[in-house]
């Protein structure tokens, strides 16, 4: 169901009375994400925002305001300093009606070196499986407690890496958003089109493989149990290419000692018409696995049904 | 002497819109170097659709003026800017009262309400490549001219001077907020959008009061 005029869109059938409510938003041009993990097992409501633009904190309280059942909203925000502001806003304001909010922002981005001199790292793929994984323990009923607290597990365990072959074009700029040879790619790219931590010749899949596999690998310890792999296009990467390189992924997984418990290949967290893609890897367990494969109704996510 | 009327505020939100408009392409071409390419656009529909409320019903006193207007920002930007610069009107809104003038010591110490609306939300410390580079320096060239007896006009150049400059000296800084930050050393060398659209709101001000 959308709402137009404050653009959210909530489910169709809301869930029931005293279980904890998700929602998410953020600038358009992400899509599916968010508005497209709408539904069962997965978001309540979503806002959204102009392109690139985080949604303002009125949408945000009326969504907030819609989907409480009565048990609390858990807000789920990208670390970008306009979405948490943003949130943080809505947050308060929430919580001056007597709606108890909590928040978890997902920062998952590990291009950008992790500082406490910036504004830290980004949120991305990560969000997704997020998503997915708390949705499905607030449809079991858990508490407002017990599902930040998995929010917070699932945030520390996950890792991404973004490559662009392309930049996109903002349609409000019309051109653009930085230079980028044909010859040459991004690594470390955000789903901005922020410029990442370096550009370098095209090269063999293989070779791109290994630069989004080894900083995950060197930043987080992933070779000693499951893990739940997500290789996700940027919206203008075929999927056949998309395949091609997770089969390049998988290789350099397996070869660390990691096991890929569940593997999801598509256009999940796009930026505009971007060529590229990114790999997410999270550290999983019985539980994560078990809320992964639990059912899900979304248009952008859908098995179990 | 000089007291700022609620005709000079209207004035210096109707030339802050003009001027986000005017110069939104700039704005945005800014921002696509070290940030995401939407600055001009949201200052400019922001402002927008500021003058679209107050032309409609126009407020009778300072903060019911200065408190639509941020309100307004905060629901109609998104972005960094939105509860930035929401926060700040709303905050110098609520520091200057249910008034229909200001002295030139009010105008100063509402701008300085507003400054810490943005430094509170926003976190930043002089230096880090934002909007605070250029409203800091700008509101203290302020309260120095007041202080030796300059009239609002004349206080007010010489904060849009200072904002000037302050905006210039962001190039060489490494942006350690926003999404400049993510660049590190590679933020080096741009001027910062959000201390570019700060130093126009000053020579807004400016202008308006110089008539």
């Known amino acids: ?305 | 002497m000089d007291n700022v009327t609620l005709d000079t505020l209207t004035d210096w939100l109707s030339r802050f819109h003009a001027a986000v408009t005017e110069r939104r392409d700039y704005l945005t071409e800014l921002d696509s170097a070290i940030g995401d390419a939407e600055h001009g656009a949201n200052m400019a529909r922001g402002m927008a659709a500021v003058m679209a409320k107050i032309d409609v019903a126009r407020p009778g006193t300072v903060d019911e003026l200065l408190k639509t207007v941020g309100m307004t920002l905060v629901s109609s930007v998104g972005g960094a800017s939105g509860p930035l610069y929401g926060t700040f009107f709303l905050r110098m809104g609520i520091a200057c009262g249910a008034v229909c003038e200001l002295t030139p010591e009010a105008l100063g110490s509402g701008l300085r309400a507003g400054l810490d609306g943005v430094l509170q939300r926003g976190k930043a410390e002089l230096g880090d490549k934002t909007m605070y580079d250029a409203l800091f320096p700008a509101l203290e060239a302020y309260a120095t001219a007041v202080a030796a007896g300059s009239g609002a006009p004349g206080a007010i150049d010489a904060a849009a001077d200072a904002a000037r400059l302050g905006r210039d000296a962001t190039v060489p800084m490494v942006a350690r907020k926003g999404r400049a930050s993510y660049l590190g050393e590679r933020s080096v060398g741009h001027l910062d959008p959000g201390a570019t659209s700060a130093a126009m709101l000053i020579s807004s001000l400016a202008a308006a009061m110089a008539g």
């Not at chain 1, 009606?97 to 406490?116: F, K, L, M, P, Y």
């Open chain 1, 1 to 305: 169901m959308v709402d137009p005029t404050n653009r959210v869109i909530y489910r169709a059938t809301p869930k029931g009375a005293g279980k904890v409510a998700l929602i998410s938003g953020g600038g358009s041009g992400h899509e599916p994400l968010h508005g497209g993990f709408v539904g069962l097992g997965m978001l309540d409501a979503a806002c959204a925002g102009e392109v690139f633009t985080s949604p303002t904190p009125d949408q945000m309280l009326e969504a907030t305001t819609a989907v409480d059942r009565g048990a609390g909203v858990l807000h789920i925000v990208k670390n970008y300093t306009g979405d948490v502001l943003n949130f943080e806003m809505a947050a308060e304001l929430a919580a001056a009606n007597g709606i108890e909010v909590a928040t978890v922002v997902v920062n998952d981005d590990v291009a950008v070196e992790d500082s406490t001199w910036t504004a830290g790292r980004r949120g991305v793929g990560l969000t997704v499986l997020l998503e997915k994984i708390v949705g499905a323990a607030a449809e079991e009923g858990r508490d407002l407690a017990a599902i930040t607290a998995l929010a917070e597990k699932v945030n520390a365990g996950g890792r991404s890496m973004g490559v662009a072959l392309t930049s996109c074009t903002v349609p409000a700029a019309g051109k653009p958003t930085f230079d980028l040879p044909e010859d040459q790619m991004e690594v470390g790219v955000g789903i901005h089109g922020e410029p990442g931590r370096t550009r370098v010749a095209l090269e063999p899949a293989a070779r791109i493989a290994e630069r989004l596999v080894t900083p995950i690998l060197e930043d987080a310890p992933f070779a000693d149990g499951p893990a739940i792999v997500m290789l996700n296009g940027l919206g203008g990467t075929p999927m056949i290419e998309l395949y091609l390189m997770y089969g390049e992924v998988a290789k350099l997984l397996e070869q660390a000692g990691v096991q890929v418990a569940r593997v999801l290949v598509g256009n999940y967290i796009t930026s505009l018409d971007m060529q590229g893609c990114s790999l997410t890897v999270l550290k999983a367990d019985e539980e994560l696995l078990g809320l992964w494969d639990a059912p899900v109704s979304t248009p952008g996510l859908r098995w179990g049904i």
